[in-house]
């Protein structure tokens, strides 16, 4: 797993460092880092291009082009607050033979040393016009100029990056906004961070903890999911939601609801019955997709949260206990909840999730005793302790109709096996991410090729 340091925890780390080390020294350590990255994507070109700032991130850059500099490449730098410019760093750059210009034209690589950890904000204007202006890829001081670096909110011209630097330890940005392909310079931080404030799962924490039966286990002890879900109107939300449980794990999953023909039909392992108290004992509940918010779907949903089990609340379901706060009254209080919502769902239950989406998502838990898994591009899971992962997506392929369906499918059979529901949403969201990629080779693709990929995303976890 890959942690994640707020800038205050980050500069307060820094801060106990650089009072036992010789003045500068971080600095350099970091421009050397920057320097050698930059070195690999010139790929045997010689020219590049410092944007920079006031203070250490302009700093950073002027070290790195003043190393550059001594490996034989032409580097020039356009400063944007020359009043205020790393004094030392100009130095040591114009003491190599760097060049100061007023605007960066013919260069392969551009260093982006514009703002650091403490700017928020988007670009000033003068910095926006040279950015606007470039036609090489960028190579970013910590993070893209531009982009807040706890929340990854762009809330005007910021900088794209091809590749962005970042020293110490990874920042909140680095898993919350488009930094391109993120490199990480050790200098020497470790012993001062302490634990991480998001973690971002990796592909061997959830092949560890995904469920895999043993000698001794058989088709309850694996855990039996039930699915509350589809109606006449929406029957693929129902096959969608039970296929992805069957193919998450080798238990077994029970349907009751309107669409049990359909599921049948597709899926002949399921359980299927058209009644929510004809189903039968499960281990946990998903409830809502395609189901309506009528007075039915009320009733179902009102079943699910007494059964005292854990419960995955997606869709619909989400919508009914917005518009009616009396069926929180039925959820019995010891049993997990884990809920789902897209954008428009959260600003239902909560309000606008705002430009801030981790503490939006920490506030819901909070608020709701609840795992809130918050679907976007950068996936916000939030537990009620407090506790944060993120799962970045690496394309776009998985927003398409059905989706949702199947990441609540896969989520609902992982808390049936027993999964800490934080971990379980976690896996499921970083699985549903895999599949998608699997499945569309950089194409649109339906959700049912999505579902027909979540096998081989599992054989990617699990590969033994």
């Avoid at 990629?437 to 590969?463: E, F, K, V, Y």
Wanted: with cysteine.
């Amino acid at each position: 797993m890959r942690g994640l340091w707020t800038t205050d925890r980050v500069r307060a780390a820094e801060e106990r460092v650089m009072a036992v080390v010789p003045p500068g020294a971080l600095m350099r350590r970091a421009a050397f880092g920057v320097a050698t990255v930059a070195a690999g994507l010139l790929g045997g070109k010689r020219r590049v291009g410092l944007l920079v700032g006031a203070g250490n991130n302009g700093g950073d850059a002027l070290w790195a082009g003043y190393y550059l500099r001594k490996r034989g490449v032409a580097v020039s730098a356009v400063l944007l607050t020359p009043d205020r410019v790393h004094a030392e760093g100009l130095a040591a750059f114009r003491r190599v033979g760097g060049r100061v210009v007023a605007r960066l034209t013919d260069v392969d690589l551009v260093i982006d040393g514009i703002v650091g950890l403490s700017a928020r904000g988007p670009l000033r204007p003068d910095a926006a016009e040279h950015v606007a202006h470039l036609d090489a890829p960028v190579l970013a001081v910590d993070l893209p100029s531009g982009i807040d670096p706890d929340t990854g909110a762009i809330s005007g011209p910021a900088v794209r990056a091809h590749t962005t630097v970042t020293f110490g330890c990874l920042k909140p940005v680095h898993a919350l906004a488009d930094c391109g392909d993120v490199r990480l310079v050790d200098i020497g931080l470790d012993g001062e961070l302490g634990g991480p404030d998001l973690v971002e799962l990796e592909v061997p924490d959830i092949g560890l903890a995904w469920p895999v039966p043993g000698a001794e286990d058989d088709k309850y002890t694996q855990g039996v999911t039930g699915i509350a879900a589809g109606s006449a109107t929406y029957p693929g939300a129902a096959v969608l939601a039970t296929g992805a449980s069957l193919l998450a794990t080798s238990g077994m999953v029970r349907y009751a609801g309107a669409a049990a023909e359909d599921v049948r039909a597709r899926w002949p392992e399921a359980i299927c019955t058209g009644s929510i108290t004809d189903a039968g004992r499960v281990q946990a509940w998903v409830v809502g997709p395609g189901l309506g918010t009528g007075l039915g779907a009320e009733a179902v949903l009102r079943t699910v949260l007494e059964a005292g089990v854990p419960v995955c609340v997606d869709a619909d379901a989400i919508t009914m206990l917005a518009n009616n706060p009396d069926l929180w009254d039925a959820r019995d209080p010891d049993a997990p909840l884990v809920l789902t919502p897209h954008d428009r769902e959260f600003e239902r239950l909560i309000g606008p999730v705002g430009t801030d989406r981790v503490a939006a998502a920490r506030k819901a838990a909070e608020q709701f005793n609840a795992v809130v898994l918050l679907k976007g591009h950068t996936t916000v899971i939030a537990g009620p302790d407090n506790r944060v992962l993120v799962n970045r997506a690496r394309t776009s392929w998985a927003a398409t109709a059905g989706s949702g369906d199947i990441l609540s499918g896969l989520l609902g059979s992982l808390l049936a096996a027993g999964l800490d529901p934080l971990l379980a949403a976690g896996c499921a969201a970083k699985v549903h991410v895999l599949a998608a990629d699997l499945a569309s080779h950089g194409a649109p693709i339906p959700a049912t090729a999505l579902l027909q990929s979540i096998p081989d995303a599992i054989r990617t976890i699990r590969p033994f």
